[in-house]
């Protein structure tokens, strides 16, 4: 399957997506019930205007999945600023029954309900499988409990925004029981079954059985405490840890705005004033981001090759580039990749080496860099500052002890709009590991939002010295440094020094 997940706002839909929507809904959503009479067992169907008037509401969004340019999935969901907070709610989800059971709900749901700053996230549906999908995102459990006691909240809001809540709505919420008269007659008849497959010994179905024409209103509430992180869990994510900051680089937006990024003149001032280079020399640049070193050093007459693993950075680096440039563009892995060729100056710059959590993947790309350096070449390497980090550091934990404190993380979108990883407000240091988590949202672009725990590592000066000393490296010189001034040297722990600067060469 090469399936691709969207969004766009509801007010942006064209026609064909429309068509799209309700030629799906109207083959795949369910079928009538008995209680419909001459409609009893025929598909329900849905048409382009009413999909058309949900999505109005300056407020909702639509998800979907296509697999070769054909929806098999889509769900809309108002996202919905209140005096409460930030609701989401799920107003309509549809999968083609081929892809049932492929998580193809459960990825569209989770980019919905997977932001933890929220007041309340909720769907109202006679399917258990999206009502357990809610739980899993939320990793809380809809209780009618809580649901009666927020519902004149819930009911208010729907009643301005959702098309079938009005404010004489019949429901009935009560301990084992949250049902609502949406007088839907979808046909019930599996639905027994479904709840079969959804509960366990650990797991209750705790929202009662459904009345024809009603359906579950299933909510979860920030002030309910999450599910802790099961020791499978924890393992899943520390291994996704890769991947994950791959996706978090790719989907980071990188602007003029985000001060870091008007220091590339400078930077490259001081790397040439600290090496002896002609323009015969070869430089390559590791892990190369969007590629503003890159195109300096070569606007400058040098020839440069660069590496980075974020197909999208090399393709926006390609279209900045003037194509008179001499440039080498690889989209590889710095710990893996091999290029037919010595360099006699290498760059790798901010977090590239730092990206992994683990010393063996870092010394890869160390080692990586040295195995292409001619003998006699020099390297710049940059890692981000663990004396800073720990010295202004709000909360610290040690994951082995304490895993569960991930999930305190406050939500920030830093790599989406300024890039300051260092506001201690946002991060969670594993003093014992000297690595960062980061709670990071995005939702900039059609890719579907995303919320990811996004960690990298921090590192003391013996720490980066060692590890360049191991490979074979001779250190030249270290200092503490801001990106906007190389020159000056700072102390370990001033505010500004957020980087530490290792010249190096291969003898």
């Keep these: 399957m090469a399936i691709k997940y969207e969004w766009i706002c509801g007010n942006l839909v064209n026609d064909d997506l429309l068509s799209q929507c309700s030629a799906l809904y109207s083959t795949q959503y369910g079928k009538w019930s008995k209680e419909k009479g001459s409609k009893a067992g025929t598909n329900i169907k849905l048409s382009i205007t009413a999909i058309k008037k949900w999505l109005e509401n300056q407020n909702s969004d639509i998800y979907w999945a296509s697999d070769n340019g054909i929806m098999i999935g889509y769900a809309i969901a108002l996202r919905m600023k209140t005096q409460y907070g930030i609701v989401s709610w799920v107003t309509q989800l549809v999968v083609h029954e081929d892809?049932?059971?492929?998580?193809?709900?459960?990825?569209?749901?989770?980019?919905?309900?997977?932001?933890?700053?929220?007041?309340?996230?909720?769907?109202?549906?006679?399917?258990?499988?999206?009502?357990?999908?809610?739980?899993?995102?939320?990793?809380?459990?809809?209780?009618?409990?809580?649901?009666?006691?927020?519902?004149?909240?819930?009911?208010?809001?729907?009643?301005?925004?959702?098309?079938?809540?009005?404010?004489?709505?019949?429901?009935?919420?009560?301990?084992?029981?949250?049902?609502?008269?949406?007088?839907?007659?979808v046909d019930h008849s599996n639905v027994d079954d479904m709840i079969d497959n959804v509960v366990s010994d650990t797991v209750p179905w705790s929202l009662g059985k459904l009345k024809e024409g009603w359906e579950w209103i299933a909510f979860t509430f920030n002030d309910q405490l999450p599910f802790e992180l099961s020791e499978e869990e924890i393992n899943n994510l520390l291994d996704s840890c890769d991947s994950v900051a791959h996706t978090a680089y790719s989907r980071m937006i990188v602007t003029p705005s985000q001060q870091w990024m008007n220091h590339t003149i400078n930077n490259v001032d001081y790397i040439l004033s600290k090496v002896s280079i002609s323009y015969e020399s070869k430089i390559i640049d590791w892990g190369c981001g969007q590629g503003r070193h890159t195109i300096e050093l070569a606007k400058r007459g040098y020839d440069v090759t660069a590496i980075d693993y974020v197909e999208k950075n090399i393709e926006i680096a390609e279209k900045c580039a003037d194509s008179s440039l001499n440039i080498s563009w690889y989209v590889e892995d710095c710990r893996k990749v091999k290029i037919a060729q010595q360099f006699d100056l290498a760059l790798c710059l901010y977090d590239v080496v730092g990206t992994y959590a683990d010393y063996e993947n870092n010394m890869l790309i160390i080692k990586n860099i040295y195995k292409h350096l001619k003998k006699g070449g020099i390297a710049f390497i940059s890692v981000m500052n663990r004396h800073l980090t720990e010295a202004i550091a709000k909360n610290t934990f040690i994951l082995k002890e304490e895993p569960n404190r991930l999930l305190s993380l406050k939500p920030s979108q830093t790599m989406e709009q300024t890039g300051n990883i260092f506001d201690p407000d946002y991060y969670l240091l594993d003093k014992d590991k000297g690595v960062v988590y980061r709670r990071e949202q995005f939702r900039v672009g059609r890719s579907l939002p995303v919320e990811l725990i996004v960690r990298d590592k921090r590192f003391y000066e013996s720490e980066i010295i060692d590890l360049c000393k191991s490979v074979g490296f001779k250190v030249d010189e270290i200092r503490f440094v801001n990106a906007s001034k190389w020159e000056t040297s700072l102390n370990p722990t001033d505010s500004k020094a957020k980087e530490i600067l290792v010249k190096l060469s291969k003898v």
């Design 99 to 185: 892809y049932r059971h492929k998580n193809i709900a459960k990825t569209i749901l989770h980019s919905i309900w997977g932001f933890t700053d929220h007041f309340a996230w909720g769907i109202v549906s006679a399917n258990p499988y999206a009502i357990r999908a809610l739980e899993k995102a939320t990793r809380r459990r809809s209780d009618p409990i809580r649901i009666k006691h927020n519902i004149k909240k819930i009911l208010n809001i729907g009643v301005e925004n959702i098309p079938y809540i009005f404010s004489d709505i019949e429901y009935d919420i009560k301990e084992g029981l949250s049902a609502i008269n949406t007088c839907f007659y």
